[in-house]
């Protein structure tokens, strides 16, 4: 495996493609948090303090959000029988390659898939082979930002530990 870490962002499948149900935002989230409810009432206290518990409400609301929304596509697809599940990857993996083709990032951060995640393998190979630069995540340090590295889909995945 090639190490070129790059920092910062990284267009990705986040970006997502047609089609696909968007998660909550955290400001969507935000506007319909109870921190701002109570707020609304007249209730809200101090400014600086309050806009803190806003954060605070919104950012977990989010976070509750996002568990809730993966807990429930995790059931959703382990209840599919394989050749299901096999379909709905090549969907998937159809559409990523579309949204590439129409966006050129120069660099696409894809993941490897693990415990029933859909696995994305052939889109990528296609991907690489019309020359979509494609880079997996790295974990250079625990609770850090991730540092994304250059990959090719001939290559295997494995662990790397520094230092």
């Known amino acids: ?6 920092t910062g962002q990284a267009s990705g499948v986040a970006g997502l493609p047609d089609g696909a149900p968007e998660a909550p935002s955290t400001h969507s989230v935000a506007q319909a948090g109870p921190a701002q409810s109570r707020d609304q009432q007249g209730k809200g206290g101090d400014g600086a303090g309050t806009q803190q518990l806003h954060d605070s409400a919104a950012a977990q609301d989010a976070k509750a959000a996002k568990a809730a929304l993966r807990k429930a596509l995790k059931a959703g697809r382990a209840a ?25 990032p120069p660099l696409l951060a894809v993941y490897w898939p693990l415990s029933g995640e859909p696995d994305l393998m052939e889109a990528y ?3 690489a082979a019309e020359g979509a ?17 250059e990959w090719l889909p001939r290559e295997r995945w494995r662990s790397i530990r520094s230092g």
């Not at 379909?87 to 993996?93: K, P």
């Not at 997996?136 to 994304?148: D, G, Q, S, T, Y």
């Open 1 to 6: 495996m090639r190490i070129r870490c790059a």
């Open 80 to 104: 599919l029988d394989d050749a299901d599940k096999a379909a709905h990857d090549a969907r998937i993996g159809a559409q990523v390659l579309a949204w590439w083709r129409r966006t050129r």
């Open 125 to 127: 190979r296609a991907l």
């Open 133 to 149: 630069a494609l880079a997996l995540p790295v974990v250079v340090e625990r609770h850090a930002p991730l540092a994304f590295a």
